[in-house]
T-cell receptor
């Protein structure tokens, strides 16, 4: 089984400042890693994912994340946030499966609030 | 291309009443997922379909929840009877057979009073 821990439930940050949202995972098997964003009253939108290859993954809206296998972490970063980045962010893992379909296990989410 | 379509967006029912949610996945997506998201939590998988076959329903409370995916396209999730604790957002997602294009719908927000 897999588990995901998002270390901060809420992160306030000033506009144009950098931000890091932390995610640690636990798994006995190899995993794929994901970050999703959820705006109020909407579904989840994929920001980025790590399947293999380079451990630094770039996603949409200027976000990036780095996979650190030894620390079992997949922290999300953005060098300069905008008001429009205010949302809830979810880290998720899926066990590696050659079948292709994902069984996502989500963290509890981090609410990012960008302060003007 | 239309995304994953769910209806209704919102539903308020009294406890012990039945309720159903509908999901239309992205065209050509073989795999369909139903998730439940409780307030302040991340989504939790309820059931996964590969075409019309439910391949993982271990987290589905089978005493009151049921799901079907006729012809391997649209899917319906039903609760009968609903309990207060079922209040949550029910999310549908779909992906192709390679796992790409994993896309969520906007969800149905259920309130049981």
């Amino acid at each position: 089984a897999q588990s995901v821990t998002q270390l901060d439930s809420q992160v306030p940050v000033f506009e144009e400042a950098p931000v890091e949202l932390r995610c640690n995972y636990s798994s006995s098997v190899s995993v794929y890693l994901f970050w999703y964003v959820q705006y109020p009253n909407q579904g989840l939108q994929l920001l980025l994912k790590y399947l293999s290859g380079s451990t630094l993954v770039k996603g949409i809206n200027g976000f990036e994340a780095e996979f650190n296998k030894s620390q079992t972490s997949f922290h999300l970063r953005k060098p300069s946030v905008h008001i429009s980045d205010t949302a809830e962010y979810f880290c998720a893992v899926s066990p590696y499966s050659g079948a292709g379909s994902y069984q996502l296990t989500f963290g509890k989410g981090t609410k990012l609030s960008v302060i003007p | 291309e239309a995304g994953v379509v769910q209806s209704p967006r919102y539903k308020i029912i009294e406890k012990k009443q039945p309720v159903a949610f509908w999901c239309n996945p992205i065209s050509g997506h073989n795999t369909l997922y139903w998730y439940r998201q409780n307030l302040g939590q991340g989504p939790e998988l309820l059931i996964r379909y590969e075409n019309e076959e439910a391949v993982d329903d271990s987290q589905l409370p089978k005493d009151r929840f049921s799901a079907e995916r006729l012809k391997g396209v649209d899917s319906t999730l039903k609760i009968q009877p609903a309990e207060l604790g079922d209040s949550a957002v029910y999310l549908c997602a779909s992906s192709d057979r390679f796992g790409y294009g994993y896309t969520f719908g906007s969800g149905t927000r259920l309130t049981v009073v």
